[in-house]
C-alpha cells in the first residue's frame, strides 16, 4: 500500500511539474510573440508613412517651381514678341529724290504723245515730292517748262512704297511743234522745299529701244498724288 502511494504520489508530482511548465512555456511564448508581432506591424508603418508627406512635399516643390517660372516667363515672351512686331518709329520726313525712290518712264498710248513717270519711295521714311519733275531729255542744255495749271493744292506725300506721278508732254499733237527729234536718255532731277534748286541724286530711268520722239512744245506736270490727275494734263 505504502508503494501505491509512493507510486501515485510521484506520478502526481510529475503531472504537476509538466502542467507548470507547460503554463510557463505559454504564458512566454505568448508574451514574446505580442511584442515581436507588435514591434513588426508598428515599425514599417512607421517607416513606411514618414518617407510619403517628404517625398510628396519635394514632388510637389518640384511641380511648382517649373509652373512659377513658366508664370514668369510668359509675359516676357509675349512682351518680346509685341516688341519685335511692333514698327519702327518713321522718323523725320525727307526730300524725295534719286536715293531714296525708284523712277519710271512709261510712254502712254493714250493721251497720245505723252509720258508717264512714276516715283515710288523705296526708303523707310515719309518723303515729300516737291514741286515738278525737272527732266534732261538726251544732250538738251534746259529743262522744259511746267504746265502752271497742274499745280496741286498739296505738296505730294508718299509713305514707304506709295508712288507719286507726273506726265511728259513729248511733242505737240497737231504737228505744230518745232525742232523735233528722238532722244534714247532722260535725266530727272527733284527739287527741294523753296522749288527752285535740285536736291540729291537724280534719276536715270530707261527709255524704249527706239527712243522717244519729242519737239520745243515738251512741257512737263507738278508731281501728282494720283496717276489719273497726272493725265489729265
Not at 13 to 29: D, I
Not at 69 to 80: F, I, V, Y
Request: net charge neutral; charged share 15%.
Amino acid at each position: 500500500m505504502s508503494s501505491l502511494r509512493t507510486s501515485r504520489t510521484r506520478l502526481v508530482g510529475a503531472a504537476t511539474t509538466v502542467v507548470l511548465a507547460a503554463l510557463s512555456l505559454t504564458a512566454c511564448s505568448d508574451g514574446t510573440g505580442v511584442h515581436a508581432e507588435s514591434v513588426a506591424a508598428t515599425t514599417p508603418t512607421a517607416h513606411a508613412s514618414s518617407p510619403a508627406p517628404a517625398a510628396g512635399s519635394a514632388s510637389a516643390t518640384a511641380a511648382s517651381a517649373p509652373t512659377a517660372r513658366a508664370a514668369t516667363g510668359t509675359p516676357k515672351s509675349a512682351a518680346d514678341a509685341a516688341a519685335s512686331k511692333a514698327p519702327a518709329a518713321a522718323g523725320k520726313p525727307v526730300t524725295c529724290e534719286g536715293s531714296n525712290t525708284r523712277t519710271v518712264a512709261a510712254p502712254l498710248n493714250r493721251p497720245v504723245n505723252h509720258m508717264l513717270l512714276t516715283v515710288t519711295n523705296t526708303g523707310s521714311r515719309t518723303c515729300y515730292l516737291y514741286s515738278y519733275p525737272a527732266v534732261r531729255f538726251g544732250e538738251a542744255q534746259s529743262v522744259p517748262p511746267v504746265i502752271e495749271e497742274s499745280q496741286p493744292q498739296a505738296v505730294v506725300t508718299l509713305q514707304p512704297g506709295e508712288s507719286g506721278y507726273a506726265s511728259v508732254n513729248l511733242s505737240a499733237t497737231d504737228g505744230s511743234g518745232t525742232d523735233g527729234h528722238t532722244v534714247n536718255s532722260l535725266d530727272v532731277y527733284f527739287h527741294g522745299r523753296s522749288g527752285n534748286e535740285s536736291v540729291g541724286t537724280g534719276a536715270h530711268p530707261p527709255l524704249p529701244a527706239k527712243g522717244v520722239y519729242v519737239d520745243d512744245s515738251l512741257k512737263v506736270t507738278y508731281w501728282q498724288q494720283s496717276m489719273d490727275d497726272a493725265v489729265n494734263w
